[in-house]
């Protein structure tokens, strides 16, 4: 059975550094463009990044540009999100979501980000 | 950025009635490829995202076919032929056709 299993969430302070995983298992993730979406507490749905099968082409939102780094090791079948300079409205349910055109037919279960001091 | 904008955004509904929901986007989502990348999620509460069509109306696997979906250009619409308790929750469009890519609202759906 395909899986996404979210992992790496926790409280950080502002300022601070986080690394999100998402790991596969059930396909194989070189196969597939890869996502990471948030969601804030009480909120809607919000794009964050996106990476390419290969690792090559990356996209962020404008939100976290120049602060989260999107990676993906495919021997490991493992996506990564490294987040710095944290700030209290990256609190959010960050998912991982397979495809890109083919957007979200699969979504980790979620990994919660808290930012506060 | 290309906007989606959902109505309603609450939507109370009677077991065994339909349900609607319209999605509008402010740039047409026609990829070059000539397909358009409109996607319905849902979202039970507590649970993660749940895809329910892509490419406006085609349904994924397991999805009960009291859901369709139609539109082109740059309205869409989500239609629940008839309610289920099982369907509460909020539900949202999605454009995959210009990065960055985005969502609309939300819409939640609850029952009378």
């Not at chain 2, 109370?12 to 409109?38: F, W």
């Not at chain 2, 397991?62 to 308790?85: C, M």
Request: aromatic share 10%; hydrophobic share 30%; proline share 4%.
């Amino acid at each position: 059975e395909v899986h996404l299993v979210d992992s790496g969430g926790g409280l950080v302070q502002p300022g601070g550094s986080l690394r999100l995983s998402c790991a596969a298992s059930g396909f194989t993730l070189s196969n597939y463009n890869m996502n990471w979406v948030r969601q804030a507490p009480g909120k809607g749905l919000e794009w964050v990044s996106y990476i390419s099968e290969s690792g090559n082409t990356m996209y962020y939102a404008d939100s976290v540009k120049g602060r989260f780094t999107i990676s993906r090791d495919n021997a490991e079948n493992s996506l990564y999100l490294q987040m710095n300079s944290l700030r209290a409205e990256d609190t959010a349910v960050y998912y991982c979501a397979r495809g890109a055109w083919a957007f979200g037919d699969v979504w980790g279960q979620g990994t919660t980000v808290t930012v506060s001091s | 950025d290309v906007v989606m904008t959902q109505s309603p955004l609450s939507l109370p509904v009677t077991l065994g009635q339909p349900a609607s929901i319209s999605c509008r986007s402010s740039q047409g989502l026609v990829h070059s490829d000539g397909k358009t990348y409109l996607n319905w999620f849902q979202q039970r509460p507590g649970q993660s995202p749940r895809r329910l069509l892509y490419r406006v109306s085609n349904r994924d696997s397991g999805v009960p076919d009291r859901f369709s979906g139609s539109g082109s250009g740059t309205d869409f619409t989500l239609e629940i032929s008839r309610v289920e308790a099982e369907d509460v929750g909020v539900y949202y469009c999605m454009q995959a056709t210009h990065w960055p890519r985005t969502f609309g609202q939300g819409t939640k759906v609850e029952i009378k």
